[in-house]
């Protein structure tokens, strides 16, 4: 899992964000984006990678999808855009390497990360709704374990992806929930799932 820290020129954070909000309308898709880049932040904290770099991967992969709306157009049709607004081609190919469709082999750990932080945040999200509490805070990766086997819940979240993208990444999947889940309990406020709880609950 570890790999030499990538080194490039790159759009920040705050450019990025820019071009997520000239894109995307739909808030719930902003949030999404949010959730993968806190998610994405807290593995380059942890395995001494670039953060802004992981940053502005998380929060762009999925920019394109309200112009670009089927498997077929994205994220492949957004890639020119990306290049147009100076992104570097390490982000640009971590980007095309998350669409299934395109077959890309994820060879960098940074397109690994961002595959194995995009499909579960959304199954985090559906479990947390469905609390009592309607957040992240008083969730544990032992509650999104019980849905995982309920295939009819949420199943727009592929179990299959989920597991490959955390087995690929070479983090064990309840782990990498537990990671994701307080990567996203960071920004709980941000993307609505604070719910009915103080920031700083704990579980339990």
Partial sequence: MLSSPITTENMNREEALKLVRQYVKNENLVHHMLAVEAAMCFYAEKLGQPVETWSVTGLLHDFDWEIHPSAEQHPLEGAPILRQHGVAEEVIQAILAHGQNLNIPRTSLLAKGLYACDEITGLITAVALVRPSRSLYDLEASSVKKKWKDKAFAAGANREEIARGAE??????????ENVIIAMRAIATQIGLAGNLEPGSSPG
């Fill in 168 to 177: 690929e990444f070479g983090v064990p999947l309840w782990e990498h929930c």
